[in-house]
C-alpha cells in the first residue's frame, strides 16, 4: 500500500470487503488525470460528481473517471439513506504526458482511400455501440491483473507533435511482446465485441460492468465471440499486429463509457 494525494491506494487489493463497513464514502483509485476511481456509500445512498448523478449499484457502489486533461478540482456530493447530505472537494495530481517531437517531417496527409471510409465510420459506430452499456455487474471491483506479459512500449496520454502541430494523444498502454503471446482478462468481463476493425485489426471489448470497458488492439487471434463471459484470467485471443499497426504488440484501453482512462493506473507496478 502507499499514500497518494492523501488516500489510500490498495492496488490489487479487493475492496468489496468495504461493504460490511461502509457508513460512510470510500473509493479507491489515484486521484489523478486518467484515473478510474471505485467507490462505494451505504446502499440507498445518491451521489454527485460535478452535479452529475452517478450511478450506484444495489449494494451503493459506483464508479468514476478523470479524462487525460481533466480539470484539477472536483466536488462529490452525497445523500446518506438516513436524509443526511455530505460534500468533499477532489484535488487531482495534474501529469505530465510524454511528448515527442518530430520536426522537417513530409507534410502528406496520411487519408485513408475513399473505399475504406464507409467501413472506417461502420468501426465506430459498432465501437462506440459496444461501449455504450451500463451493466450492474461489479466485477472490477477487486483488482486487476496484467492483460499480457511484456514490457511497457507505449504509455497513455503520449503525443507526437508533428511539425509543431499536436497530434492525436495515445489512450492505449502497449506491451510488447511476440506474435501468439497470450492476452487474457484483466478481469471478469463479457464480450461486446470481437471483430476486424480497419485501423485496430482484430480487436475485443470486454465490459466489466458499470460503464467500465477494456478493449484490446491488433490481435492475431479473437478466442471469444460476443456475449460470451470471460473470467479474470481466462485467454481471450493473442498479440498480432492486425490492422494499421507497425509491429506485434497489444494496445489495451480502458473506457467508462467514452471517457479515456489509463488502464496502467489499474495494475500492479512493472518495468
Ligand atoms: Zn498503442
Known amino acids: 500500500m502507499k499514500k497518494i494525494a492523501g488516500i489510500l491506494v490498495s492496488l490489487g487489493i479487493a475492496i468489496t ?14 486521484l489523478t488525470q486518467g484515473s478510474l476511481i471505485r467507490g462505494q456509500l451505504p446502499a440507498g445512498s445518491q451521489i454527485t460528481l460535478n452535479g452529475e448523478t452517478l450511478k450506484t449499484n444495489s449494494q451503493g457502489k459506483f464508479v468514476f473517471g478523470f479524462g487525460r486533461d ?5 466536488s462529490l456530493k452525497w445523500t446518506l439513506p438516513d436524509g443526511t447530505t ?15 517531437r518530430i520536426d522537417g517531417l513530409d ?5 485513408p ?5 464507409k467501413r472506417i465510420r ?9 461501449r455504450a452499456g451500463k451493466s450492474d455487474s ?14 511497457v512500449t507505449g504509455v497513455y496520454g503520449s503525443q507526437r507533435i508533428l511539425n509543431g502541430k499536436p497530434g492525436r494523444p495515445h489512450y492505449g498502454l502497449d506491451v510488447g511482446s511476440p506474435t501468439g503471446t497470450p492476452v487474457v482478462a484483466p478481469v471478469n468481463g463479457t464480450v461486446t465485441l470481437a471483430d476486424d476493425l480497419y485501423y485496430s485489426g482484430n480487436t475485443v471489448v470486454l465490459d466489466h460492468g458499470m460503464g467500465v470497458f477494456s478493449t484490446f488492439l491488433h490481435l492475431d487471434s479473437m478466442g471469444v465471440q460476443v456475449g460470451d463471459t470471460v473470467k479474470q484470467g481466462e485467454q481471450i ?12 504488440h497489444l494496445d489495451w484501453r480502458i473506457n467508462l463509457n467514452d471517457k479515456r482512462l489509463d488502464p496502467q493506473l489499474l495494475v500492479p507496478p512493472r518495468d
Open 17 to 30: 470487503s468495504y461493504s460490511a463497513v461502509a457508513n460512510e464514502l470510500v473509493f479507491n483509485g489515484k
Open 70 to 74: 481533466a480539470d484539477l478540482s472536483h
Open 86 to 100: 455530505h460534500s468533499r472537494q477532489i484535488k487531482l495530481e495534474a501529469r505530465e504526458y510524454v511528448t515527442q
Open 107 to 111: 507534410q502528406k496527409m496520411v487519408t
Open 113 to 117: 482511400p475513399e473505399s475504406v471510409l
Open 122 to 130: 461502420q468501426d465506430a459506430a459498432n465501437v462506440y455501440k459496444a
Open 138 to 151: 461489479d466485477a472490477l471491483f477487486t483488482g486487476f491483473i496484467w492483460p499480457a506479459e511484456g514490457p
Open 237 to 248: 485471443g493473442t498479440i498480432g499486429s492486425t490492422g494499421r499497426s507497425t509491429g506485434a
